[in-house]
């Protein structure tokens, strides 16, 4: 929303993916398997078995979240499987009980127990880095509008979060806003805004259509615009994109608003910004890696 009504946004590329989501999970609660299962001794394997991050990295699985999720996310592209696994069945499963509880019994739910079966996992992406330009006072480039949150970009997280952080930022910039606001006299400015006019639009009876273009929207990004990302398979999701843009702005101008269609809207602009500021991008850095910048 913010974009469209033409306030600077920045650093939209940077995409941080949790390494280990559970899958299988369903997905409008996905869960996620702490990364400290990994620092408690824990291997990735794919679906030969084999161990494969030390051939990625010499701290193994330990490396940082950034390079688990690339180097998965590279192995799944060259075996064509749909997830790798968390092998924990030669840890200590007592003590794994009392440090994960809730992993374990999540596990046990989806018919996993950890003693004798790995756990299938996949990257899920977690934060976004990027977002509307603010100063230190939550202010964007539009006069009167402010903005904290997962929805800014502060710059504080560079270009790759460290965990936790996000909760305090959002708490930080809340609080200067409130100051700023409570030391400062600004003018409010006397605009009228009119009703809305949906004359001549009509109600969606089916909700095929926005369906549709959602899953399409969502196989693009995930299948072009992921983990490790190319300049071929970039300019190709823009293509894409504008065929479900224009199909949606059609739509949009025909139909009376609805949550979904705005919320399909606000997702083909918020992929347009990915896009565009990846391609923009000419070095790897923190959660962005093009394999065209190597
Ligand atoms: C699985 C997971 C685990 C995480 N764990 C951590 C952690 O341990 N520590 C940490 O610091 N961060 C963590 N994060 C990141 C952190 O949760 C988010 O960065 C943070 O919640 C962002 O807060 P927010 O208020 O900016 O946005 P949100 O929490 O996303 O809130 C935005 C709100 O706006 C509402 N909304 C959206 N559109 C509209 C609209 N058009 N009109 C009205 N309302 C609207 C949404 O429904 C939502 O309630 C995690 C993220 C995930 C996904």
Redesign the pocket.
């Known amino acids: 929303m913010a974009y469209r009504a033409k306030a600077k946004i920045r650093d939209m590329e940077f995409i941080q993916f949790h390494p280990t989501a559970l899958y299988g999970a369903k997905k409008e609660s996905s869960f ?1 398997i702490s990364e400290a299962v990994r620092g408690f001794g824990a291997y990735l394997r794919n679906k030969e078995g084999d161990r494969f991050m030390l051939s990625y990295d010499e701290r193994g699985e330990l490396a940082s979240r950034d390079i688990v999720s690339q180097s998965i996310d590279i192995e799944l592209k060259k075996t064509g499987a749909s997830h790798v696994f968390l092998d924990c069945t030669h840890l200590d499963i007592e003590a794994f009980k009392l440090h994960f509880p809730n992993i374990y019994k999540t596990c046990l739910q989806h018919h996993i127990n950890i003693e004798n079966h790995w756990i299938p996992v996949v990257p899920a992406s ?2 976004l880095c990027g977002g509307i330009d603010i100063d230190k006072n939550g202010k964007t480039s539009i006069v009167n509008l402010f903005a904290c ?3 800014t970009r502060t710059g504080f997280h560079g270009a790759n979060r460290l ?6 930022e ?1 708490l930080v910039y809340a609080h200067n806003i409130f100051e700023y606001h409570v030391t400062h006299e600004y003018k409010l400015m006397n605009i009228e805004i009119p009703d809305w006019n949906d004359e001549g639009t009509k109600m969606q009876k089916e909700y095929i259509l926005i369906q549709h273009n959602l899953k399409q929207l969502q196989a693009l990004m995930r299948d072009y615009v992921g983990i490790v990302r190319s300049n071929d398979r970039l300019k190709k999701a823009i293509k894409h994109l504008n065929l479900i843009y224009n199909e949606v702005e059609d739509l949009y101008k025909e139909s009376k608003v609805s949550t979904p269609l705005c919320e399909l809207r606000n997702m083909i602009n918020v992929s347009h910004l990915i896009i565009r500021q990846s391609l923009d991008r000419k070095e790897n850095k923190g959660g962005y890696y093009n394999i065209d910048n190597v």
């Not at 965990?163 to 305090?168: D, K, P």
């Open positions: 996620l977690h934060y949150g997962e929805c965990a936790s952080n996000s909760l305090l959002a």
